[in-house]
């Protein structure tokens, strides 16, 4: 614990911002998880490299926190630092045709800059919950479109601390992956290439995609969204329905009224809880249809 003292130390002095103990469950849209040992809120860019560095040297563990809203943190809360991009103030250019934002904006508030620009291409992305930085480890994804469709180049800070920049087609991206989640390089900037539109129709159709999702699924409860990945050849969610278990809970987590894709939090689940309900709901889809589901949700222990 003697280097977490240093470490804190040195945030005061480098004037990042840091907490004790504050509880995860606050900063994830599943509203679960124990304390941080630290949460640490950069106001730049600059901060959040020189965070990184700091905690490399002290040999403390991190994890980046964009939006929370893919993330179930463990009921015992993290050991390390958990680095939160969205103290960050918000960065954006639009230079012609592309956006060059900080990791931490909202892909709302891209989106709608998109818009405001008359750039299309971003319209899928618009009502996915999460941070640009996020979409882009996740390659998040909905109604036919993916963050890679519309990357260009990201920059980020490596194992070594080093910022280094690679273009799309080094970046791994896949299903709800990309190099980001096998490395745990953290992204600070993302350069959007999108293509010239009509106004109207970008903001009608983000419009549009976000009724459908206020229709389809249960944005009254708390939840990180789709809890597993599209099986190939299925949906996760009929899958579920097939095999009796909407409505099917452990403690306070349980699969979705609305929607069997989702795992919904009624009031005080716990991560155990979530675990447990993943587990029982994929071994009875298992026997009953043969298909293997894989947690799209990302579990921090
Ligand atoms: C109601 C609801 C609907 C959703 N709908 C969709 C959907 O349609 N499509 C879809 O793909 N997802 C969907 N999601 C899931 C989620 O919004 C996406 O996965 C989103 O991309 C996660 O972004 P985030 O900023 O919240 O990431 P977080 O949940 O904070 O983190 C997710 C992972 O990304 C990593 N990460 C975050 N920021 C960075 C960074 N700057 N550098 C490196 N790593 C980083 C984290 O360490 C973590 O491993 C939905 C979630 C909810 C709650």
Redesign the pocket.
């Known amino acids: 614990m003697a280097c977490m003292e240093h470490l804190k130390q040195q945030l005061e002095e480098a004037a990042i911002p840091y907490s004790c103990g504050e509880p995860l469950a606050r900063h994830?849209?599943?509203q679960i998880g124990g304390p941080a040992a630290l949460f640490c809120t950069p106001h730049t860019t600059q901060q959040l490299i020189q965070a990184l560095e700091l905690c490399r040297a002290e040999g403390v563990r991190t994890?980046?926190?964009?939006?929370?809203?893919?993330?179930l943190f463990s009921d015992k809360g993290f050991d390390g630092v958990v680095l939160c991009?969205?103290s960050i103030q918000p960065e954006i250019q639009v230079e012609g045709d592309r956006i060059i934002a900080g990791?931490?904006m909202?892909?709302q508030q891209v989106c709608e800059e998109a818009a405001r620009h008359g750039l299309t291409g971003l319209e899928f992305a618009y009502?996915?919950?999460?941070?640009?930085?996020?979409?882009?480890?996740?390659?998040?994804?909905?109604?036919g479109g993916?963050?890679r469709d519309v990357l260009l180049e990201v920059e980020?800070v490596d194992e070594a601390g080093q910022v280094r920049s690679l273009p799309v087609d080094q970046l791994e991206l896949g299903y709800?992956t990309s190099v980001?989640?096998r490395t745990?390089?953290?992204?600070?900037r993302a350069t959007l290439q999108l293509a010239e539109g009509d106004r109207e129709q970008i903001q009608a159709k983000m419009d549009d995609l976000m009724n459908r999702?206020r229709e389809k699924?249960?944005?009254e409860y708390p939840?990180?969204?789709?809890a597993f990945k599209r099986p190939e050849g299925a949906f996760a969610g009929s899958l579920i329905e097939q095999c009796g278990l909407r409505g099917y809970r452990v403690g306070d987590a349980a699969i979705s009224e609305k929607h069997c894709g989702?795992i919904v939090n009624l009031g005080h689940a716990s991560c155990a809880d979530v675990l447990e309900l993943a587990r029982q709901v994929s071994d009875r889809v298992h026997q009953q249809t043969g298909f293997v589901l894989e947690k799209?949700i990302?579990v921090?222990e």
């Open positions: 994830t849209s599943f994890y980046i926190l964009g939006n929370g809203s893919n993330l991009t969205r990791a931490g909202s892909l009502g996915i919950p999460g941070s640009l930085g996020g979409a882009v480890y996740m390659n998040a994804g909905a109604y993916e963050t980020f709800r980001f989640a745990g390089w953290c992204v600070l999702r699924q249960p944005l939840s990180a969204g789709s989702f799209e990302r921090v």
